[in-house]
Nanobody, 122 residues
């Protein structure tokens, strides 16, 4: 089992930066690919970024490519967000990929954190 706790969200002006962290507990964390998803009010939860278990491969939604960077160390996954836009406003969730399908599909992720709010003002 893996428990995930996100932090680092907050209110930032457009053009600013934030760094989200996802602290993981559980001995099997290093075996999982990890992802970040986000959900804005009234919208579906959508893929943001993912990183393989080794950290060697990363994947991004087109909407954040070039602005966001996902990384991981022994017990934490990070999402560095730069050049933030009002449309990035959402609750951000980290998740552990427990199935073998697409990194972009939220159905492949079996463990989720509680989420952290990111609000970007214009």
């Amino acid at each position: 089992q893996v428990q995930l706790v996100e932090s680092g969200g907050g209110l930032v002006q457009a053009g600013g930066s934030l760094r989200l962290s996802c602290a993981a507990s559980g001995r099997t964390f290093s075996r999982y690919a990890m992802g970040w998803f986000r959900q804005a009010p009234g919208k579906e939860r959508e893929f943001v970024a993912a990183i393989s278990w080794s950290g060697r491969s990363t994947y991004y939604a087109d909407s954040v490519k070039g602005r966001f960077t996902i990384s991981r160390d022994k017990n934490t996954v990070y999402l560095q967000m730069t050049s933030l836009k009002p449309e990035d406003t959402a609750v951000y969730y980290c998740a552990a990929r427990t199935l073998g399908g697409s990194y972009y599909n939220k159905s492949e992720y079996g463990h989720w954190g509680q989420g952290t709010q990111v609000t970007v003002s214009s």
